[in-house]
């Protein structure tokens, strides 16, 4: 079964600084999608970046970056120049094309960005 | 705003009852699935349905049931509901195809509190 792995539960980080929010994966399946949620205090979950696992470059959204290393089974969030808007629960998942489970989700990582 | 639509946004009710929630996928989307998130299990796929068609089952309870019309909107019952039931239940859809590799955009979700 698939799994997700976020170790750092909590990171308090100045605003304006570069942000790296863990993520490594397990899977036995070659043909998988990683992604990325920011959930606010209000609750609403929000999609930030997807990475394919065939996907040669790293995938780039505005503020957001995907370090995706695919031997390590890691699949990083960068987020650059930090705001305080930043400040939020970040979730990993991964979704399996060959699969029927939806998408797996970590535990997270709470983000406070402090100006 | 995501696009996918749920109501209601805050249900308050006793044990044993049975509610309703309900999504409205975005758009064109022809998937639609259900995840419940609670302090204790985060968050948890529980069914996914593609174009009215259940297509994937993960931790769902007997005591859940699911269904997608022919307008492609869901619902999502539960009954003899506990205090564990207590959680934020969210839907998602994702674009017109039905693998787990493509992105699901969530809607604000429906907070349940069984008292």
């Known amino acids: 079964a698939q799994k997700i792995t976020q170790t750092q539960p909590g990171m308090f980080v100045q605003e304006k600084e570069a942000v790296t929010l863990d993520c490594t994966y397990d899977?036995?399946?070659?043909?998988?999608?990683l992604f990325w949620y920011k959930q606010p205090s209000s609750g609403e979950m929000i999609f930030l970046i997807y990475?394919?696992?065939?996907?040669?470059q790293n995938a780039t959204e505005g503020r957001y970056s995907l370090n995706f290393q695919k031997a390590r089974k890691s699949a990083n969030l960068v987020i650059s120049a930090s705001q305080l808007g930043d400040s939020a629960m970040y979730f990993c998942?991964?979704?399996?094309?060959?699969?029927?489970?939806?998408?797996?989700f970590g535990k997270g990582t709470h983000l406070i960005i402090q100006p | 705003d995501s696009g996918v639509t749920q109501t209601p946004k805050h249900l308050i009710t006793a044990t044993g009852q049975r509610v309703t929630l309900r999504c409205s996928p975005r758009?064109?989307?022809?998937?639609v699935y259900w995840y419940q998130q609670s302090l204790d299990q985060g968050l948890q796929f529980l069914i996914q349905?593609?174009?009215?068609?259940?297509?994937a089952k993960g931790n769902i309870l007997e005591r859940f049931s699911a269904q997608q019309f022919p307008d492609l909107h869901s619902e999502l019952n539960l009954s003899s509901l506990e205090l564990g039931d207590s959680a934020l239940y969210f839907c998602?859809?994702?674009?017109?195809?039905?693998?787990?590799?493509?992105?699901?955009?969530f809607g604000p979700g429906t907070r349940l509190t069984v008292l």
């Open positions: 899977t036995s399946d070659p043909s998988y999608g």
């Open positions: 998602a859809s994702s674009v017109k195809t039905n693998l787990p590799t493509d992105t699901q955009y």
């Open positions: 990475q394919g696992s065939y996907d040669q």
């Open positions: 998942a991964m979704g399996l094309e060959g699969g029927a489970d939806g998408l797996t």
């Open positions: 349905y593609y174009n009215g068609e259940e297509r």
């Open positions: 758009s064109g989307d022809l998937s």
